[in-house]
């Protein structure tokens, strides 16, 4: 009798515990807040490349850790996508986690209320600067998006120099239409270098569609 309490005493119940499919999303979530506050403290510069390997990292080590439990198929289908993400990402500059979420309209009707800088972690941003009255200088104006459909209007009779990216997307800048990995380009119009009145635009876009047009 005695013996028999000790084996139920000392054997666990195979049904009991966490799951590894519990047990990895509570790591990436745990390794997404990490990651996220180091950006927002500033002591580091996070890119949604760095977050995805970093997640590949817990999904090898939780694989290793469980790898005489069965099979783990959905794991390892998760580790494939993310290894071909960071290798698309490795391709580009992709924004980090910095600005709001969510989708917003931007429409500026003066150079008093036009920003050096436009910033957004995920979202479908719009923006409109078609009524700005841009002064005789070169203004120089940075948009970055990590994920999301970014539409930009620029007005139609200034000169313009548009310098691009996009991580894994697509992208049609002044008709022009580019679909893939690791996109990139520079427009400028005709009358850009001569010009006393320009606007610059240095657009940034990880993951998704970016349109430029007048």
């Keep these: 009798m005695s013996a ?3 084996r139920t005493q000392g054997t666990a119940d195979p049904r009991g515990g966490m799951s590894p499919a519990t047990i990895l999303f509570g790591l990436i979530l ?3 807040g990490v990651l996220w506050l180091l950006d927002v403290s500033e002591i580091m510069s996070v890119t949604w490349t760095l977050v995805g390997s970093a997640i590949l990292i817990v999904i090898g080590v939780l694989l290793i850790a469980v790898a005489r439990q069965g099979s783990h198929g959905g ?4 580790g494939i996508v993310l290894s071909a993400v960071v290798l698309l990402g490795s391709l580009a500059s992709w924004p980090s986690f910095e600005g709001g979420v969510g989708d917003s309209q931007v429409t500026p009707t003066s150079i008093a209320e036009l920003e050096d800088e436009y910033s957004w972690s995920i979202g479908n941003q719009e923006i409109d600067l078609s009524n700005v009255d841009f002064p005789d200088a070169r203004t120089t104006v940075s948009i970055r998006l990590g994920t999301g459909n970014l539409e930009i209007t620029i007005p139609d009779d200034i000169a313009y120099r548009v310098e691009w990216s996009v991580g894994l997307g697509n992208a049609d800048v002044f008709d022009e239409n580019h679909t893939g990995a690791g996109l990139d380009g520079v427009y400028e119009s005709d009358d850009y270098e ?5 606007i610059v ?3 940034q876009l990880g993951l998704g569609s970016l ?3 007048e």
């Design 194 to 198: 001569g010009a006393d009145r320009a």
């Design 211 to 213: 349109e430029v047009m």
């Design 201 to 203: 635009l240095e657009i």
């Design 30 to 32: 745990l390794t997404l």
């Design 4 to 6: 028999d309490i000790q």
């Design 75 to 78: 794991m390892i289908f998760l």
